[in-house]
Nanobody
Framework: QVQLVESGGGLVQSGGSLRLSCAAS????????MGWYRQAPGKQRELVAT???????NYAGSMTGRFTISRDNAKKMVYLQMNALISEDAAVYYC?????????WGQGTQVTVSS
């Protein structure tokens, strides 16, 4: 019912920054929480950050202070600003959204950290 499309991934040097974007479309009435998860090779998918419709944010402990999640409700967009990137941050990053009781996922965008 809701489609999520991520963008902004790519190759970045250690210590650099990236800004990921996620656009929601389709039947977006009732769009509630949104967020980001990531999955590295050989690892389980893990929570990065979530943000409620009222702007309340929640971060996984290891990301606090370096990553910032934000959203634009009018544009139906959610963003993830990533700073001071390290090799452990390399993963496929997935956009997530809850619409009423349904959970929706994007296709993912690859983040690669070099050096």
């Amino acid at each position: 019912q809701v489609q999520l499309v991520e963008s902004g991934g790519g190759l970045v040097q250690s210590g650099g920054s990236l800004r990921l974007s996620c656009a929601a479309s389709g039947n977006i009435f009732g769009l509630n929480d949104m967020g980001w998860y990531r999955q590295a090779p050989g690892k389980q998918r893990e929570l990065v950050a979530t943000i409620r419709r009222d702007g309340t944010r929640n971060y996984a402990g290891s990301m606090t202070g370096r990553f910032t999640i934000s959203r634009d409700n009018a544009k139906k967009m959610v963003y993830l600003q990533m700073n001071a990137l390290i090799s452990e941050d390399a993963a496929v990053y997935y956009c997530w959204a809850r619409v009423f009781f349904a959970a929706c996922w994007g296709q993912g965008t690859q983040v690669t950290v070099s050096s």
